[in-house]
């Protein structure tokens, strides 16, 4: 069965601007969470959706943003950049109403660089 | 509060054991796994284990967890080159927060 997809592998923005990262889970899976990868922080989470709901979201500023669709599809958006936000940003599925038992399944990742 | 610590790096010879060490604060934690991430990759599940088990083997993988020091470890029996990469220890606390909490990692070095 496929694994967990994120769009797009690679990213370069500008500094203020915004950016949309995707991730579809594997097919059955429900819960979706995002983490933030950065040498100095390591991993950080960001926000976890279950059935459209967000149900916990991570320390960060209200410019990171998500939504979960109908078909468990997941995106993420951070809106005025900064050089900061570099990081690889990584999606996680899981299968279980209730997230954790079995672990995660991640996707490769989204490589985001601000310039 | 909520922390995982692990050494940051490790070095062993191919065919030796490895064994990287791992302690967790939440002694809710239900689940606590070893997650792999090679060089541009996401994390691989490796192996997890329940609260309740003190050891749990999976072919070259031994993982071992005492509750009371909140210390979880993960042997691996003769070490590959192919082993060389990032392991993470992660803890899922069981109080509905809904996300898994990572250690910083430990790079594994496999010298040849």
């Known amino acids: 069965k496929a694994g967990v997809t994120q769009t797009p592998r690679y990213l370069i923005k500008t500094r203020g601007q915004q950016v949309t990262l995707s991730c579809s889970p594997i097919?059955?899976?429900?819960?979706v969470s995002w983490y933030q990868q950065t040498p100095g922080q390591g991993l950080q989470f960001l926000f976890e959706?279950?059935?459209?709901?967000?149900?916990n979201k991570g320390n960060f500023p209200g410019r990171f943003s998500g939504r979960q669709f109908s078909n468990s599809r997941s995106e993420m958006n951070v809106s005025t950049l900064e050089l900061g936000d570099s990081a690889l940003y990584l999606c996680?599925?899981?299968?279980?109403?209730?997230?954790?038992?079995?672990?995660?399944?991640f996707g490769s990742g989204t490589r985001l660089t601000v310039v | 509060g909520e922390d995982v610590e692990q050494s940051l790096f490790l070095s062993v010879r191919e065919g030796d054991s490895s064994v990287i060490n791992c302690t967790y604060t939440?002694?809710?934690?239900?689940?606590l796994y070893w997650y792999k991430q090679e060089p541009g990759a996401g994390l691989q599940l490796l192996t997890y284990?329940?609260?309740?088990?003190d050891m749990k083997q999976d072919q070259r993988l031994t993982v071992l967890l005492n509750k009371k020091d909140k210390h979880l470890s993960l042997r691996i029996a003769d070490t590959q080159t192919g082993d060389s990469a990032i392991y993470f220890c992660?803890?899922?606390?069981?109080?509905?927060?809904?996300?898994?909490?990572f250690g910083a990692g430990t790079r594994l070095f496999v010298k040849a």
């Open positions: 097919s059955g899976h429900r819960s």
């Open positions: 939440d002694s809710s934690s239900t689940y």
């Open positions: 992660a803890e899922f606390p069981n109080t509905g927060g809904f996300k898994t909490i």
């Open positions: 959706y279950f059935s459209e709901t967000q149900r």
């Open positions: 996680a599925s899981s299968s279980p109403s209730v997230s954790g038992g079995d672990g995660y399944t």
């Open positions: 284990i329940f609260s309740n088990m």
